[in-house]
């Protein structure tokens, strides 16, 4: 169900600042609204550019947080190219990703630089269900076979079929444009259990003159 945003502004009676209406953001909310995502405006918000709450499935897949339930709040356009990559985890049949770190004011560990994910610009997915089948439940840090694939082979020759999947996801948004950088396990012993899925600012997007 599509969700338009100055229908949700009315309703709510939340007025959007000036200075978040940016031709940037306008063009990001209207790609939302063409790909029919669920959402609401979630600023001002430190930091973030184009802040919304997501309300619903992107690309098919429904996130849900580690713990207790929160909003799923991002900046404009990681929930973009999050939606655009859905088809990436329907294919494997997983439609449910568990997240831990979404929005969160902080430095990368050991330094005082800003983490992106101070501004609204990296998700950490750690769990990837199938709502059809219960008990397929598969985890990064279980199931993800470190040190696969090499050049061209990016999938490489996994053991399992849910190895297999993992590595598929990976391999798909890695090479999709639609993100900065997506982390694996193979990075370093912090990304030993998620994905960090990282995508660019609206601005410095390159991959929108062709879409």
């Known amino acids: 169900m599509r ?3 100055l229908l949700l502004v ?7 600042p000036a200075e978040a209406r940016s031709q940037a953001g306008d063009d ?4 939302l609204d063409e ?8 600023g001002p918000l430190q930091g973030v550019r184009e802040p919304v709450e997501v309300l619903g499935p992107l690309g098919g897949v429904e996130y849900r947080a580690f713990g207790r339930p929160r909003p799923l709040i991002l900046d404009c356009s990681l929930v973009y190219s999050l939606a655009l990559a859905g088809r990436y985890f329907v294919d494997e049949g997983l439609r449910v990703a568990i997240f831990s770190d979404s929005y969160h004011r902080r430095f990368v560990r050991g330094t005082d630089r800003w983490s ?9 997915v750690h769990v990837f269900e199938d709502p059809s089948h219960p008990d397929r439940k598969i985890t990064v840090e279980k199931d993800y076979q470190r040190g696969l694939g090499r050049g061209k082979d990016c999938i490489g020759h996994p053991g ?6 993992l590595r598929m996801i990976w391999c798909r948004m890695a090479r999709s444009e639609l993100f900065r950088m997506v982390l ?17 600012a609206w601005e410095e997007r390159s991959d929108l003159a062709w879409r």
């Open 184 to 200: 694996d396990p193979d990075f370093d012993a912090d990304h030993r259990n998620h994905f960090h899925i990282q995508a660019p």
């Open 35 to 42: 790909l029919a995502v669920a959402y609401r405006p979630a």
């Open 116 to 124: 992106k994910h101070s501004f609204g610009l990296a998700l950490d």
């Open 28 to 31: 990001c909310l209207a790609r």
């Open 160 to 165: 399992d079929s849910r190895a297999r999947s």
């Open 10 to 16: 009315a309703a709510m009676g939340v007025p959007i």
């Open 3 to 5: 969700f338009p945003l």
